[in-house]
């Protein structure tokens, strides 16, 4: 908290902090003035250090990469030592060996020795340039008035991106024949031997079946098969922890199994995509690691993204997971290769964009330049799934909902909070449509709502209640035994029929094939977002055709999203499954 506002707000504070006390602590307000007049008279600097931690990777070109929690006096001494500071990941550029780097420190701000991690993992410059969203993809135009610009960076600001350097792909010694023995005794779907194959000839590779295919399954046998039995890291969301060790338990039942700590014993250790950064000490003692969802690495600013590359430059065999490997646009693609150590990951990303993205002709090249290292199934090869329909439903509003949307839509606010309060009102709209769609289902019929906001899941919620539909939801905040207990009863009691959640916390990872409707009140903003939802329904196990229906208010920004979905979704068709990119492409040439 700024020292100015500490003191000019004291009184307020005090009765705040003594609220959220609740009686716990006896203070008066002249004790509480008198010790913060001691704490300033005589201030410990350790009280405003201590915790930290602060990490130093040597760079390619020279010099080191300093990064960790924030300090003023850290910045002070990057700035004598001349260091450029990296907006994008948030660290200090330093032409200086890290022991020097690490004394000033030291004597500037009195920190221990052992606030400071080391890296031995070199840096390298990543791109020399950002991406141009393509022209090709539609974007949404709100009117309204124009907002002011952002003022743009000083000269001790740079853009640069800084990743550490991971081996390269290397083919490994497992054979066709090798693989097929050491899958006897296995329970395997026809398509999966392959996927496991796949990804054991090679040291780095992806896996992009679609969702619903078993990726988790055909990583966990690869992962035994390559570490024969020495330690697995395996990387996932927080939600999916727990389905993770369940799969493992279900092949090994006897594995041991660290979930969110390292213990150097266990032969598995599943962690989220948060605690990444807890690992890069630790990222020798794993021989496989596994990424689930590995599409969350595609930033490169990101910082789980950083120590992801930190811990893979450790690694020697790194299997990447992921149904959806491009949701905007190719470039995306382009981190998940270098993080694979492929050859088309060491091109900058300008040269990247100028070769491989931009039209179909570009994409057919980095599909076949990629083709050995990525390998996709469609759900074609599960012959017991009736198929799935995509529907949209206009909707139109009414005088006083045009009026109201008419006045969200040119309010003199960034553009960004005009679109996000238009997107909530809406799916407001859209929920007597819904309601109404309800209330024409079979009482055999299990419907999947995915929205956007919060707001619009408890009023649903609110409404299914009312309605006598039994009804379970899920949002972000929900804890992981929450989460399963919906799951579970969603899935088990028929008189559950609707399940609710927004679709960042319920759209990846589950399996929700009770359900044989998927209702979209709120567009996600790509494609792969959009089928990760609809696959929970739409997946092995489910026993009935799957039907998603897609409101679209008339006349408003749906119908731009709707389209601009549309596009992305063709770029990353021709990319990953071009016969029907091509398909697509001709039925539109003979409807025009």
């Known amino acids: 908290m700024p020292k100015k506002q500490l003191l000019e707000g004291l009184d307020l504070i005090f009765h705040r902090l003594m609220e959220l006390g609740e009686g716990r602590f006896t203070e008066t307000w002249q004790s509480f003035c008198q010790k913060l007049e001691a704490a300033q008279s005589a201030p410990d600097r350790q009280a405003f250090t201590w915790g930290m931690i602060f990490r130093l990777a040597p760079l390619a070109q020279g010099g080191v990469l300093l990064s960790g929690d924030y300090h003023p006096g850290v910045v002070a001494v990057s700035r004598r030592m001349h260091g450029i500071f990296l907006g994008h990941s948030r660290s200090w550029r330093i032409d200086a060996t890290p022991e020097l780097v690490r004394s000033n420190l030291i004597l500037e701000m009195g920190l221990s020795e052992d606030q400071f991690e080391i890296l031995d993992t070199v840096q390298e410059l990543l791109s020399d340039g950002s991406v141009v969203p393509a022209e090709t993809i539609t974007r949404i135009s709100l009117g309204g008035p124009a907002q002011e610009r952002v003022a743009s960076a000083s000269d001790e600001i740079s853009s640069d991106v800084y990743l550490a350097a991971v081996p390269s792909i290397e083919r490994t010694e497992f054979t066709v024949e090798q693989v097929t023995q050491a899958l006897q005794g296995y329970s395997l779907m026809d398509h999966q031997p392959a996927g496991i194959l796949h990804l054991l000839q090679r040291t780095s590779a992806l896996l992009a079946d679609d969702m619903g295919l078993g990726k988790t399954r055909q990583a966990i046998i690869a992962a035994a098969i390559r570490a024969a ?74 910082a ?45 990303l300008k040269e990247f964009c100028e070769q491989f993205a931009g039209n179909p ?94 707001e619009t899941v408890t009023t649903l919620r609110t409404l299914c209640d009312a309605a006598g539909y039994g009804c379970v939801t899920m949002v972000g905040s929900d804890s992981i035994g ?30 929700l094939t009770a359900a044989n409707y998927v ?74």
């Open 229 to 302: 039995g020495r330690p697995v890291l395996v990387i996932t969301l927080s939600s999916l922890l727990i389905n993770w060790q369940r799969e493992i338990q279900m092949v090994y039942p006897e594995a041991s199994i660290a979930l969110q700590v390292f213990d150097s014993m266990a032969e598995w250790t599943v962690i989220n995509y948060e605690r990444l950064g807890d690992y890069v000490l630790q990222a020798g003692h794993f021989v496989v690691m596994v990424i689930d969802e590995a599409h969350r690495l595609k930033e490169p600013t990101a």
């Open 304 to 348: 789980w993204t950083r120590h992801g590359f930190d811990i893979a430059a450790k690694v020697p065999n790194r299997y990447l997971l992921t149904g959806t490997p491009v949701l905007n646009r190719e470039s995306e693609l382009h981190t998940l290769l270098r993080l694979s150590g492929h050859p088309v990951g060491q091109l900058s």
């Open 361 to 454: 002709e570009f994409r057919k090249n980095l599909r076949d330049a990629i083709s050995d290292w990525m390998l996709r199934r469609s759900k074609d090869v599960l012959p017991n799934l009736r198929g799935k329909q995509r529907q949209t439903l206009p909707v139109v509003l009414t005088e006083v909902e045009q009026r109201e949307y008419d006045r969200i839509r040119l309010e003199d606010r960034p553009g960004l909070a005009r679109l996000g309060s238009l997107r909530l009102f809406l799916e407001q709209v859209k929920v007597r449509i819904v309601m109404e769609l309800l209330s024409e289902l079979d009482v055999e019929d299990k419907v999947l709502l995915f929205t956007e906001f919060k």
């Open 482 to 511: 929450k989460r399963q207990k919906a799951i579970d009863q969603f899935q088990s009691d028929p008189e559950t029929r609707i399940f609710v959640g927004t679709t960042s916390a319920a759209g990846t990872g589950y399996n």
């Open 519 to 592: 209702m979209f009140l709120g567009l996600p903003w790509t494609p792969g977002l959009q089928d990760q939802a609809e696959d929970r329904a739409y997946r092995n196990g489910q026993l009935r055709a799957v039907f998603v229906i897609a409101p679209l208010v008339e006349n408003t920004i749906d119908q731009m999203l709707w389209q601009m979905l549309l596009d992305k979704r063709q770029i990353a068709q021709d990319l990953i499954e071009p016969e029907v990119a091509a398909g697509n492409r001709a039925e539109l040439a003979m409807n025009l």
